[in-house]
């Protein structure tokens, strides 16, 4: 079993940025990025395939969010830029056990899931 550890986020002002960090104790193969604010569903942010070659983001994130890894870590990163107060959320860190595909943005083919990490936007 993977255990996923998602760090980095907190408080800031519309506007500035941060950088989430995710720590998989094992080997993992696409992995991702959820993010949950509240009373909202669970919605895909961005992913990445384990060779780092092929991203995929959500359309609300574009040009904002970066997703990086970093195998010899087993770290993923994302960095997020320009943040808005409807950025706030949860945001959690998904790993595949097996090699599907990337594009999932419903999340029912990640097996393992981090904790969180608060992310709060003021205005």
């Known amino acids: 079993q993977v255990q996923l550890v998602e760090s980095g986020g907190g408080l800031v002002q519309t506007g500035d940025s941060l950088r989430l960090s995710c720590a998989a104790s094992?080997?993992?193969?696409?992995m991702g990025w959820f993010r949950q604010a509240p009373g909202k569903e669970r919605e895909f942010v961005a992913a990445?395939?384990?060779?780092?070659?092929?991203?995929y983001y959500a359309d609300f994130v574009k040009g904002r969010f970066t997703i990086s890894g970093d195998n010899a870590k087993n770290t993923v990163y994302l960095v997020m830029n320009s943040l808005k107060p409807e950025d706030t959320a949860v945001y959690y860190c998904?790993?595949?056990?097996?090699?599907?595909?990337?594009?999932?943005?419903?999340?029912?083919?990640?097996?393992?899931w981090g904790q969180g990490t608060q992310v709060t936007v003021s205005s």
């Open positions: 998904a790993g595949q056990e097996n090699p599907y595909s990337i594009a999932d943005s419903g999340g029912s083919s990640y097996n393992y």
């Open positions: 990445i395939s384990r060779s780092s070659s092929n991203t």
């Open positions: 094992g080997r993992t193969y696409t």
